[in-house]
């Protein structure tokens, strides 16, 4: 469960200032055909970077828990940082909590 968001994507999601965190394991899918694939993720509430990191193919996923408290809207971006095909970023069990 989750989401798998291509490079070059920003996904916004209106949170409505309801909820505190945002939890998600966060990394780019083993499975994929080329060892090197990466890509930037940044995460923002109301337009403060809350996570800025470059995730590759080889890494492990990193666990991210973001607080959200009083956000309005929360944004994922996701950035191609190589060229190549196989860069979705896989944000699993990626949810908001009250």
């Not at 920003?10 to 998600?24: E, I, M, P, R, V």
């Not at 080889?58 to 971006?77: E, F, H, N, P, Y």
């Amino acid at each position: 469960k989750g989401l798998c968001v291509a490079p070059d994507t920003a996904l916004t999601y209106n949170l409505k200032g309801d909820y505190s965190q945002f939890k998600a394991t966060v990394g780019i899918d083993e499975n994929g055909t080329n060892a090197t694939s990466a890509a930037k993720v940044t995460i923002e509430a109301d337009g403060q970077v809350l996570f800025s990191e470059k995730v590759g193919r080889k890494d492990k996923g990193k666990g991210v828990v973001l607080s959200v408290k009083g956000a309005k809207q929360l944004r994922i971006i996701v950035e191609a940082d190589t060229p190549l095909n196989g860069n979705y970023v896989t944000f699993a069990d990626a949810r908001v909590q009250k």
